[in-house]
């Protein structure tokens, strides 16, 4: 079958472009023709290089400085469709011809990022092509806590066109019952659906000896600095924030045994393989620990963005892994966290059932059977 998947393929995230290998991959392993769909209006394809405002300027300008390693990485693994899109009119005159379509993973339903300044982005559930298609949502995230009333309408509408339903986070499946969809899954995010040998022939090379941790984090927040400085009274820290190159190095500056790092999507997944111990408010930071069996603390995210916080709660409750978690800085707790052990025969047991879904459902939903039930 030819698929094509639409994803934050653009995105300068290092989960967002391997989810989108991951899910291409495993595609490719189930015998499928696959190709990521290169859609991405102004804003996903351009946007996140433009400061707007002072407090955006840094993280814009990081963007620019990793343009280059992400383009690389997506030319050397990702399978792109030869057209380009650039609006959803285009999408609809012209649509990619493939049997299926695919929308997922990662937050492409988050309405931060889909009801902008250019109006509902719609792309994101597939509203384009013949009506033969089947069309598939695999482990979409919406990472919000409330879908704001606007887009509710729109994105039913949507949804109704769907042949099968799957979303990343247990959030998820409550705000899509309250749609009208009770029968949405509730599955892995595609990075779990790879075997660490599918990354060993990805990821570049990290220190000879893993003698380090590796902190990475999306957010400054002042829980995340404090368990750097106690992870850093146990080891060498290699230290990535993305999104401030200047919060990395003033940590470094203050601590002897912290070290930046400004890693390719490669070297990123250099420095999770052979760390030693993984500090991170990152839900792909997560989920790389425990593919390649890191132990880990995970810090939720504070403020207006803590919304975001069910994707790693929820999967590491499933797995049960939910005691790595730390809410707020607490010394003695990030000290327990760190000397304590995890039992991976119970992850990897978890795991596999979850896996088996996830099998199940893609399976299915991409036979020639009648559609997986969705909406009542």
Not at 29 to 57: A, S
Not at 66 to 73: C, I, L, P, R, V
Not at 85 to 103: Q, T, V
Not at 148 to 164: D, H, T
Request: hydrophobic residues 40%.
């Amino acid at each position: 079958m030819r698929i094509g998947i639409i994803t934050f393929h653009l995105s300068i995230n290092y989960g967002a472009v391997l989810q989108a290998y991951a899910l291409q991959t495993h595609l490719q392993q189930l015998g499928h023709e696959v190709e990521i769909i290169d859609y991405g209006n102004f804003t996903f394809r351009y946007f996140q290089y433009i400061p707007t405002t002072i407090k955006t300027f840094e993280s814009k300008l990081s963007n620019l400085y990793y343009a280059k390693s992400f383009a690389m990485f997506r030319r050397r693994h990702l399978r792109v469709s030869p057209i380009t899109y650039k609006s959803r009119e285009g999408l609809k005159i012209a649509p990619p011809n493939y049997d299926a379509y695919i929308c997922g993973s990662d937050q492409i339903w988050n309405h931060i990022f889909i009801n902008g300044r250019y109006g509902f982005e719609s792309s994101y559930f597939l509203d384009f092509g013949l009506p033969e298609v089947r069309r598939i949502a695999y482990a979409a995230s919406l990472s919000t806590t409330e879908i704001p009333g606007a887009i509710v309408s729109q994105m039913r509408e949507c949804l109704l066109k769907f042949n099968a339903i799957s979303v990343r986070d247990r959030g998820g499946m409550a705000l899509l019952s309250r749609l009208g969809f009770p029968h949405t899954a509730w599955l892995p995010d595609p990075t779990f659906l790879l075997n660490p040998a599918a990354y060993e022939r990805v990821l570049g090379k990290g220190p000879q000896r893993n003698e380090y941790a590796f902190a990475y984090n999306l957010h400054n927040q002042s829980a995340f600095a404090m368990c750097i400085k106690a992870l850093a009274e146990v080891y060498d820290v290699a230290y990535s924030n993305p999104n401030s190159a200047l919060s990395s190095w003033f940590i470094s500056f203050q601590l002897r045994r912290v070290k930046c790092v400004r890693p390719s999507p490669e070297a990123w997944l250099g420095l999770m393989r052979f760390s030693k111990f993984v500090l991170t408010d990152s839900f792909h930071g997560t989920v790389f620990s425990i593919i390649f069996k890191r132990p880990f603390v995970a810090v939720l995210v504070e403020g207006k963005l803590s919304g975001g916080n069910d994707r790693i709660v929820s999967m590491l409750e499933r797995l049960g892994l939910e005691n790595r978690i730390i809410r707020e800085y607490d010394p003695d707790k990030m000290k327990q966290i760190m000397a304590s052990g995890i039992d991976w025969s119970i992850v990897d047991m978890n795991l596999a059932a979850w896996r088996v879904e996830a099998s199940d459902f893609l399976l299915r939903s991409l036979s020639n059977a009648d559609s997986l039930p969705t909406c009542v």
